[in-house]
């Protein structure tokens, strides 16, 4: 296993359209994050997975994102109907809560969103 | 609320200089994880070290070493004889022990540019 992977590193879209991201973690890794980070800022926390479930929500997470984690392996985030904000480096992290102690998180090289 | 400051947004020093990355956080529970991150030019966000509230050791790794101190609430990284290879944006974060998502909470970065 050679970490996070994300895909696609790169996305160009047109305001108003869809766009899907996906994440695959570390295998062994139950927990799952995603994270957007705009220029110059750090990352700021979306939403978060243990297996399967989504617990976490942040209030940044407007209605138009929905993400999703079957069979608790891989996330997908999808952003409905595009706005400019939009635009951000979309980060996902995996870490493991079965060692305790072991809490430290992951990072893939994200996906980077333009809208025009 | 928590809350991390690091007030460097960029340092650029000369190759072999010493640099210290300045991170001050807030919280208001006693059990706490902090974090430095490097992100390299290419994006993904690489785990540097992770230090819980209740251990207040310094700790060295190679060049690197880092100082916690509770009582200014500081969590200091400094490089010694700084390479090229070390520029990057460095973030610190923070996660708090009871919140059993364990998400981070970043600081704005500091921009290190290391000049050969």
């Known amino acids: 296993d050679t970490g996070v992977s994300q895909d696609p590193r790169h996305k160009i879209t047109k305001r108003g359209q869809n766009v899907t991201f996906r994440c695959d973690p570390i295998s062994e890794h139950n927990r799952l994050y995603w994270y957007r980070q705009t220029l110059g800022q750090g990352p700021e926390f979306l939403t978060y997975?243990?297996?399967?479930?989504?617990?976490?929500k942040s209030r940044l997470l407007s209605d138009r994102f929905s993400a999703e984690r079957p069979k608790g392996s891989f996330s997908t985030l999808e952003i409905q109907r595009t706005e400019q904000g939009d635009s951000a480096m979309y980060l996902c992290a995996s870490s493991s809560s079965r060692d305790r102690g072991d809490t430290e998180a992951f990072f893939g090289q994200g996906t980077r969103l333009t809208v025009v | 609320a928590q809350k991390v400051t690091q007030a460097q947004t960029e340092i650029s020093v000369v190759e072999k200089e010493d640099v210290t990355l300045d991170c001050v956080y807030e919280?208001?529970?006693?059990?706490?994880?902090l974090f430095w991150y490097k992100q390299p030019p290419s994006g993904e966000l690489v785990f540097l070290i992770r230090r819980n509230s209740f251990d207040e050791q310094n700790e060295i790794s190679g060049r690197y070493s880092w100082n916690f101190q509770k009582s200014t609430s500081s969590f200091n990284f400094t490089i010694t004889a700084s390479q090229v290879v070390d520029s990057a944006v460095y973030f610190c974060a923070l996660s708090d022990g009871r919140d059993s998502s364990y998400k981070l909470i970043f600081g704005s970065g500091t921009r290190l540019l290391v000049r050969p």
């Open positions: 919280t208001r529970d006693t059990t706490y994880y």
């Open positions: 997975f243990q297996n399967e479930a989504q617990l976490e």
